[in-house]
């Protein structure tokens, strides 16, 4: 079970189990928080080797197994389905593994970081880069903007920002600003560019900073339609 200092990931889990399986051709198929809503592996187009993947996601969640685990249940499906997948083992594995673990545990740490009884005595969220060989400039610039849970930069800029962003957020009280002598800092201004899905022909406007497609709170799904387990 993954957890966060002491507390299991109940929301997370629970997220998953809510989430409904959807073949999808590309992974721009549908688009941003409809992925929250929806479990799906880009390219697997049947029902069946879609609830494959989803129970070796389950148990690296639930159970806590490692990468070369799911690799090994990422193996077993290709070669059941005779899966003809875009790109290496290694990446294609990483990336599904890393991508749905990531979102699944910033979304569970929202709701917890957004709970009313944490927000009265913590009500600031602090950004902080994660450790990458590639650092995003933007994201670097980030790091340390702590900004009132409640402000709607994090609509769009609460991380994980992209594929493989190890961005995360931390909340922080009152006195813990005052003893680091530091004010609550005003959100960057957002521009945009513009983005067509080579896949859809589909135009977006999305974040200067944040990848295709990222450009949402993961959190606010489980915030919107309240999960139980």
């Known amino acids: 079970m993954i957890k966060y200092g002491s507390l299991p990931f109940i929301e997370a889990i629970a997220l998953l189990r809510k989430k409904i399986n959807l073949p999808t051709p590309t992974w721009d198929t549908i688009w941003q928080d409809e992925h929250m809503r929806s479990f799906t592996v880009a390219g697997a187009m049947t029902d069946d080797i879609v609830a494959d993947f989803r129970e070796a996601v389950r148990k690296a969640q639930e159970d806590g197994t490692t990468l070369g685990t799911f690799r090994k249940d990422f193996d077993d499906i290709v070669k059941k389905y005779g899966w003809g997948y875009v790109g290496s083992r290694n990446w294609r594995s990483r990336l599904i593994y890393e991508t749905n673990l990531k979102t699944l545990h910033a979304a569970g740490r929202w709701r917890q970081m957004t709970d009313p009884d944490v927000m009265r005595s913590r009500p600031y969220l602090v950004y902080r880069h994660g450790v990458s060989a590639i650092p995003r400039p ?25 594929w493989g962003c190890s961005c995360f ?32 022909g589909k135009t977006h406007q999305v974040p200067v900073g944040i990848d295709p497609g990222w450009a949402y709170n993961v959190g606010q799904v489980t915030d919107r339609e309240v999960v139980n387990v």
């Open 169 to 200: 957020v931390l909340t922080a009280s009152q006195r813990e600003l005052d003893n680091q002598k530091k004010k609550l800092d005003t959100a960057p201004e957002i521009k945009y560019y513009e983005w067509t899905s080579p896949h859809t």
């Open 138 to 162: 933007e994201h670097l610039a980030w790091d340390g903007l702590t900004l009132l849970a409640t402000d709607p930069w994090w609509d769009t800029h609460y991380p994980p920002n992209g």
